[in-house]
């Protein structure tokens, strides 16, 4: 068999990831329509579509996997090789992919890494052969397509479910799919990972609207030009804060001139260490939960003059000062340790002489706004990677 005696040889056989053999043009046009439009036919036309190519290829795929075996085997144990490395190699609890390449592309570094380790593998000598691997690849984008919303999703940590934010007295919820039961608003169960928005965005806020805990409804947008008329008109005009006053404008005018507005991570002003209720240890001044890249990035707006001012200064003693200071600082680590231990978010502080230029400020806050997932290597390097190795 020539492709068995060229992986002996340990010649390398590149195969164009983008095609994965005769895939036809047509299939490739409804994949990247059901990548934009996200319908459920269409996921079952391309799931049906892979299944014929692979019955096609069957046979002569289980041939070479039994000259690599020594014996006759059933396509239940190449299924079930295929499968155990894929449960080795990806992370399907946590794991996200936007498209069936990041997939594929996440399972080929896991079989690079794990071969790089010197651990013995099957799937690594069957890899070699073009016509596995064509098969191992076609079944993997069958994998993605046929749980297409759990590949794409990833699940937040249970208490960003429910954010709440604003003041003391005027504050509202965005929970990911909110529902109100016996006076206690809550998440619809099994919805979290089903929902069709990218969590803590402004198309999350404009799908679900926003909880108003006070009358216990939803307050509704109707487009995004009627969320920033609130976000400017309402949560603007609550902050008591020059410096948080203009890093509302500042976003609003980010917001209007992104390409893609609805993708964008909400800037929470306010958000609230113990939720709903009332009276709470802490608030951040702004924060970006960043559903694409994951990051959590809290900012404080701290000038001297509110955060580390002491009172009585004249009748003190440099020991009381001092003292007063420890107490002061003390709190405000507290306040930066509790937050990264319950959500994971990291502080920012902005003191005053960072004040002085409230954009630059703000051009911190639009980097981590504007952070996307990193490329991967691409599919063909890895596969070249993969098969290259000895």
């Given at each position: 068999m020539g492709d068995l005696a060229n992986a002996k040889n340990g010649l390398n056989i590149f195969l164009n990831p983008l095609y994965y053999g005769k895939i036809n043009d047509n299939l490739k046009k409804q994949i990247v329509k059901v990548e934009t439009t996200k319908d459920s036919a269409y996921f079952e036309r391309i799931e049906n579509e892979i299944t014929d190519e692979l019955n096609k290829r069957l046979s002569g795929v289980l041939e070479d996997y039994a000259e690599i075996k020594g014996h006759v085997s059933s396509f239940q144990s190449l299924h079930g090789t295929i499968s155990l490395n894929k449960a080795s190699s990806l992370d399907m609890v946590h794991g996200k992919w936007a498209t069936h390449d990041d997939y594929i592309a996440d399972w080929l570094s896991g079989l690079k890494d794990s071969i790089e380790s010197g651990r013995p593998s099957m799937m690594q000598k069957i890899f070699k052969i073009q016509r596995i691997r064509e098969y191992v690849l076609l079944f993997l984008e069958r994998d993605f397509y046929r749980h297409y919303k759990v590949r794409t999703k990833d699940k937040p940590q249970e208490n960003l479910w429910s954010i709440w934010f604003g003041s003391e007295t005027l504050f509202w919820g965005l929970l990911i799919s909110p529902r109100l039961i016996e006076d206690n608003w809550e998440n619809k169960p099994g919805r979290i990972r089903k929902v069709e928005f990218g969590y803590w965005t402004i198309g999350h806020v404009l799908k679900t609207g926003l909880?108003?805990?006070?009358?216990?409804?939803?307050?509704?947008?109707?487009?995004?030009?009627?969320?920033?008329?609130?976000?400017?008109?309402?949560?603007?005009?609550?902050?008591?804060s020059i410096y948080e006053k203009q890093i509302f404008a500042f976003y609003v005018d980010y917001i209007r001139k992104s390409q893609n507005p609805l993708l964008e991570p909400l800037l929470i002003p306010e958000f609230r260490y113990e939720g709903i209720k009332q009276k709470h240890k802490y608030r951040l001044d702004f924060t970006i939960l960043n559903c694409h890249t994951g990051e959590r990035i809290g900012f404080e707006l701290s000038p001297q003059s509110t955060h580390m001012a002491i009172s009585g200064i004249k009748s003190k003693t440099q020991t009381e000062l001092n003292k007063d200071l420890a107490l002061k600082w003390g709190r405000e680590m507290q306040k930066r340790n509790e937050y990264f231990q319950q959500y994971g978010i990291t502080i920012m502080t902005f003191t005053d002489d960072n004040l002085i230029d409230m954009k630059n400020c703000f051009k911190a806050m639009e980097y981590y706004l504007s952070k996307r997932k990193a490329d991967r290597q691409s599919v063909d390097e890895l596969i070249q990677d993969i098969i290259s190795i000895k």
């Open positions: 909880v108003d805990p006070e009358n216990n409804t939803i307050y509704k947008f109707r487009d995004l030009n009627d969320f920033l008329i609130f976000y400017e008109s309402i949560l603007k005009r609550v902050s008591n």
